[in-house]
C-alpha cells in the first residue's frame, strides 16, 4: 500500500526564485521584518526566522545577521543577542500558541545535523504534550497543523 502525504505549499519553494544560498544572509541595509524570506524580526546584530523544514509548527530559528560558522567565532555581542532572541520568541511563542515547553539548541557542524553549517543559528522548538504520534512513530512523517505564513502572520506583530 502506497500512502501519499501531499504538501502542496512545498512547490512555491521548488520552483520559487533563490535569491542566495543561506536563508539567514539577508540584505545589509534591511532591518525589520521580511515576509517574503520568513523573517520574523532583524536588527542590526541578529534576526529570528521561521524553519521551512521544521520538526514542529512554529519551529524558529535565531541566528546573527554576520556569516559565521561557529559560538567560537561569535563576537560577544553576537552570542548575547542570539541567547536574548531565544528567550524573546519563547516569550512571543507562549502569548501566541501556549506550546507546554521548547527543545533549544545548536547543531553546529554537519555531522551535528547541522542544515546550514555555515551560518551559526540557534533552534526555537515548541513542544506540545502528545506531540510525537502515530504519524512521527509509526509513518517517520511529521504533520504540520498550520501553514507557514498563517503562522507567520500570527506571530510578526509579536516581535515589535
Known amino acids: 500500500m502506497t500512502e501519499t502525504l501531499w504538501a502542496p505549499w512545498r512547490m512555491d519553494y521548488i520552483l520559487g526564485p533563490k535569491e542566495n544560498d ?12 521580511l515576509p517574503e524570506r520568513l523573517v520574523l524580526y532583524s536588527d542590526p546584530v541578529s534576526l529570528v526566522i521561521m524553519n521551512l523544514y521544521p520538526y ?17 567565532l561569535a563576537t560577544p555581542e553576537e552570542r548575547l543577542a542570539l541567547i536574548n532572541l531565544a528567550a524573546r520568541a519563547t516569550e512571543v511563542l507562549d502569548q501566541a500558541m501556549g506550546p507546554h515547553g521548547y527543545n533549544l539548541g545548536i ?3 554537519a555531522v551535528a545535523g547541522a542544515g546550514l553549517a555555515d551560518h551559526l543559528h540557534f533552534h526555537i522548538t515548541p513542544r506540545y504534550q502528545g506531540d510525537t504520534n502515530y504519524m512521527t512513530v509509526l ?22
Do not use: K, W
Not at 22 to 33: E, K, T
Not at 60 to 69: E, G, N, Q
Open 107 to 109: 547543531n553546529q557542524g
Open 56 to 72: 514542529n509548527n512554529a519551529h524558529l530559528m535565531a541566528a546573527p545577521r554576520r556569516h559565521v560558522a561557529t559560538l567560537a
Open 22 to 33: 543561506c536563508c539567514f544572509c539577508l540584505p545589509a541595509s534591511h532591518v525589520g521584518p
Open 139 to 160: 509513518a517517520e512523517t511529521r504533520v504540520i497543523p498550520e501553514h507557514i505564513r498563517a503562522t507567520y502572520d500570527q506571530l510578526v506583530g509579536l516581535f515589535n
